[in-house]
C-alpha cells in the first residue's frame, strides 16, 4: 500500500476499504520506524494527526469528501502551521509555535488532508543538501551516505522512503526540483504567483514558490489542485481563472517538440547523468515526440545573478529576527545593538550568515548599481532567453542536477562547489516559469537521476501530462530503496 | 572585487551580526570565493535592458477600505521571548 498512488488511496478511502485513521497510523509507525535513519521529519504531532484523519473520516462517512480528504500528508517546515511547532530548520525559530496556518496548510485542512508532521530543511531553505539544518542533516533513502538534495530534503526523503504519500516543499533556486532528482521522486515548481506565499517563511520572495513532492507526476497534479489559486494575503498572487491540473494527464505526445539547450549538455555534466536524460530522451521520440536543439545562452549566467539577488532579498526579509517580537533571543547582552548582534549571530547558522552579509553588502551605499541593478538586468536577458526558445519548442527538457547524490560532508567546506549543483534549475526561478523534475535513471551506486521539464508560464497542467505520459511507459517512477521496504 | 577584512566586519555591523575575528577570517575567504562567481556578471552589456524585480509584471492591487485583521496581540506577544501587559521588552535605549 506504501506504494500506492494518491488516486488508489482515495478510491479505497472512499469505498470504506480503510480508514484514514488506519492509513495514517500506517505512515506513522513507518515514521517512528524510519525517521532515526533518514532524520526526514523535524515535528511529529500523532494525536493532532489522528485527530485530523478522524475528521476526515468523518468527512467521508458524511459523503462531502473531497478528492484527496484523508490522504496523509508532509510538509516542510517552512510553511506556518497553527498550533505546530514551526521552525524553518534553524535555532532562530526553534520553539517558534505559528499562531496561523500558510495558505496552503488551509488549502490542505480544507480538502480534509492529514498532516503527517514537519519536515526537515535546509536552514532558512537556503542549501543544496540539507546539511545547514539546525536539527540536522537528512540522509538519502538511496544510501544514507548520500544526501538527499535540498533544500525540501525532509520532504524528499519521506517521500522516497514511503513515510508520506505525498509531500509539500518550496523552491527558490531549485529546492523542490534538486532534491527530488537525487531521491528519485517527482517534483513540481510552478509558476511564480499561482500558489500562495502567504505563511510561507520568506527566503527570496521575488523567486520563492510552494509546490507538490510526490511519487508521480499524477499525484503532483491531484496535490496541485489543492494548492493552487488565488489568495488577496498575497500581493503577488495571480488571479487567474481555477484549472484542472489533472485534464492534460493522458493527452498523447505526437507532435510534441522538445527544446535542449545546448548548454545544459555541456562540460560539467556527468557522463551517467547524460546517459540517463539521452534515454529518457529514447523515450519520448518513441512516445511520438521531436527534438530540437535550442540555446539559453545566458544561463551560465544564473548563478551570479542569483547569489546576488536571492542573498538581497534575504538580507531583507531575515532582518525580522531580531530577538524582540518572535523566535531565539541571546541569554547574555549589553544594549539593544549588542542584543541583536548576538541574537543573530547565535540564532543564525554559517550559511545563513554569509549569505546575509552578501546580501547587505550587495545592497550597501556604493555597489547598488554594480551588482544588484546589474543582476536585475541580466535576470530579464535570462528570461528572455526562455522567451526565445519558446517560440522553437513546446517543452525543454535536459537534466536537473549536474550529478546524483554527492556524499554528506563533500561539500559543505565548499559554498561554490555546492551551488553549482543548481546550475540548471535556478534560471528557472529567474524567469518565473515552471519546471519539473521526474526520476529517468540510476547511476552504477544505485543514485537515481533526474530528467528536468520547463514549460512556458501556466503551462503546469501540459508539463504534468508530458511527464506523465513518460510515466505511463517507464517505471523509474515506482521504483524504490530496498532499505525501506519492509 | 575583493572584500578585505575591514569589509567584512563593516558589513557584519550593518547586518547586526556580532562575528569574532577568527569568524571574520573565514567569511572574507568564503564570500571572496562567491563573488569571484559574481564578477562574471560585469562583463556582460546590460545598457538599455529593464531591470526585471518580479517574474509578472502585475500591478498592485486596490481593495476596499475594511478591517480585515484583528487584535490578537495577546496570542502574538505569548511568542515574544519578553513581553508583559501588552509590551515587547528591550534594552533600555534612552538614558
Redesign the interface.
Known amino acids: 500500500m506504501i506504494n500506492y498512488g494518491l488516486s488508489r488511496l482515495s478510491s479505497m478511502l472512499a469505498s470504506r476499504q480503510i480508514s484514514s485513521v488506519e492509513l495514517t497510523q500506517l505512515f506513522l509507525e513507518r515514521i517512528q520506524r524510519y525517521n532515526p535513519s533518514t532524520n526526514a521529519f523535524i515535528t511529529l504531532n500523532e494525536a493532532a494527526s489522528l485527530e485530523a484523519a478522524a475528521q476526515a473520516d468523518m468527512r467521508l462517512a458524511d459523503g462531502n469528501a473531497a478528492p484527496l480528504t484523508g490522504i496523509p500528508i508532509a510538509h516542510k517546515d517552512i510553511f506556518c502551521t497553527e498550533g505546530w511547532r514551526t521552525t524553518c530548520g534553524s535555532k532562530m525559530l526553534e520553539n517558534?509555535?505559528a499562531?496561523y496556518d500558510a495558505h496552503i496548510i488551509t488549502q490542505c485542512k480544507q480538502a480534509g488532508m492529514v498532516n503527517l508532521g514537519k519536515t526537515n530543511m535546509d536552514e532558512f531553505a537556503m542549501g543544496s543538501s540539507n546539511e545547514t539544518s539546525y536539527f540536522g542533516a537528512v540522509s538519502n533513502p538511496w544510501d544514507l551516505a548520500a544526501v538527499p538534495g535540498g533544500s525540501s530534503g525532509g520532504s524528499a526523503a519521506a517521500v522516497a522512503a514511503r513515510l508520506a504519500p505525498v509531500a509539500t516543499g518550496s523552491d527558490t533556486g531549485g529546492s523542490i526540483r534538486q532534491p527530488a532528482a537525487l531521491t528519485g521522486i517527482t517534483g513540481l515548481k510552478p509558476?511564480?504567483?499561482v500558489v500562495s506565499r502567504y505563511g510561507m517563511i520568506a527566503f527570496a520572495s521575488?523567486l520563492d514558490q510552494a509546490g507538490p513532492m510526490a511519487k508521480s507526476a499524477e499525484d503532483c497534479a491531484l496535490l496541485m489542485n489543492v494548492l493552487a489559486g488565488f489568495d488577496?494575503r498575497d500581493?503577488?498572487s495571480?488571479e487567474r481563472q481555477t484549472e484542472d491540473y489533472t485534464r492534460l494527464l493522458d493527452q498523447p505526445l505526437a507532435g510534441l517538440k522538445i527544446g535542449l539547450p545546448r548548454e545544459f549538455f555541456a562540460a560539467g555534466l556527468s557522463d551517467e547523468v547524460a546517459r540517463s536524460v539521452e534515454a529518457a530522451l529514447d523515450e519520448y521520440r518513441k512516445l511520438g515526440a521531436q527534438t530540437v536543439e535550442i540555446s539559453l545562452p545566458?544561463s551560465?549566467?544564473s548563478?551570479?545573478?542569483y547569489?546576488?539577488l536571492a542573498p538581497a532579498e534575504a538580507?531583507t526579509n531575515l532582518?525580522r529576527f531580531?530577538?524582540?517580537?518572535?523566535?531565539?533571543?541571546a541569554p547574555n547582552?549589553?544594549?539593544?545593538?549588542?542584543?541583536?548582534?548576538?541574537t543573530?549571530?547565535q540564532g543564525?547558522g554559517a550559511e545563513v550568515?554569509?549569505r546575509?552579509?552578501?546580501g547587505?553588502?550587495v545592497l550597501?551605499h556604493g555597489y547598488y548599481d554594480?551588482?544588484y541593478?546589474?543582476?536585475?538586468?541580466?535576470?530579464?536577458?535570462i528570461?528572455q532567453d526562455f522567451t526565445q526558445a519558446f517560440t522553437q519548442c513546446d517543452v525543454i527538457m535536459g537534466p536537473t542536477t549536474p550529478d546524483t547524490a554527492f556524499n554528506r560532508g563533500e561539500k559543505t567546506d565548499?559554498?561554490?562547489a555546492m551551488?553549482l549543483s543548481d546550475i540548471y534549475t535556478i534560471a528557472v526561478n529567474?524567469?518565473?516559469?515552471p519546471g519539473m523534475s521526474i526520476p529517468c535513471g540510476l547511476d552504477h551506486r544505485n543514485r537515481p537521476t533526474g530528467l528536468q521539464l520547463i514549460g512556458n508560464?501556466f503551462s503546469e497542467a501540459h508539463l504534468l501530462g508530458i511527464a506523465h505520459q513518460f510515466q505511463q511507459a517507464t517505471d523509474w517512477h515506482e521504483r524504490m530503496p530496498d532499505a525501506f521496504r519492509g | 572585487m575583493s572584500?578585505n577584512l575591514q569589509?567584512?566586519q563593516r558589513?557584519?555591523?550593518?547586518?547586526?551580526?556580532?562575528?569574532s575575528d577568527d569568524e571574520a577570517q573565514a567569511?572574507q575567504q568564503?564570500?571572496n570565493?562567491?563573488?569571484?562567481?559574481?564578477?562574471?556578471?560585469?562583463a556582460?552589456d546590460?545598457e538599455g535592458?529593464?531591470?526585471?524585480?518580479?517574474?509578472?509584471d502585475?500591478h498592485?492591487?486596490l481593495?476596499e477600505d475594511l478591517v480585515t485583521e484583528y487584535n490578537?496581540r495577546t496570542?502574538?506577544q505569548a511568542?515574544?521571548?519578553?513581553a508583559a501587559e501588552g509590551l515587547?521588552f528591550?534594552?533600555?535605549?534612552i538614558d
Open positions: 517558534f509555535i499562531p509558476t511564480y504567483g521575488s488577496a500581493s503577488t495571480l545566458n551560465s549566467l548563478i551570479p545573478v547569489y546576488v538580507s532582518s531580531d530577538g524582540v517580537r518572535y523566535g531565539y533571543r547582552y549589553d544594549d539593544l545593538d549588542d542584543m541583536y548582534e548576538k543573530r549571530a543564525f550568515k554569509r546575509i552579509m552578501i547587505t553588502y550597501s554594480a551588482y541593478l546589474q543582476a536585475q538586468k541580466i535576470r530579464r536577458l528570461a565548499d559554498p561554490v551551488y529567474l524567469a518565473g516559469l508560464y | 572584500l569589509d567584512v558589513v557584519a555591523k550593518l547586518a547586526r551580526i556580532a562575528v567569511y568564503q564570500i570565493g562567491i563573488f569571484a562567481l559574481v564578477t562574471a556578471m560585469q556582460v546590460t535592458v529593464a531591470p526585471m524585480a518580479h517574474a509578472q502585475v498592485q492591487r481593495r490578537r496570542v502574538f511568542l515574544a521571548p519578553q515587547y528591550v534594552p533600555q535605549v
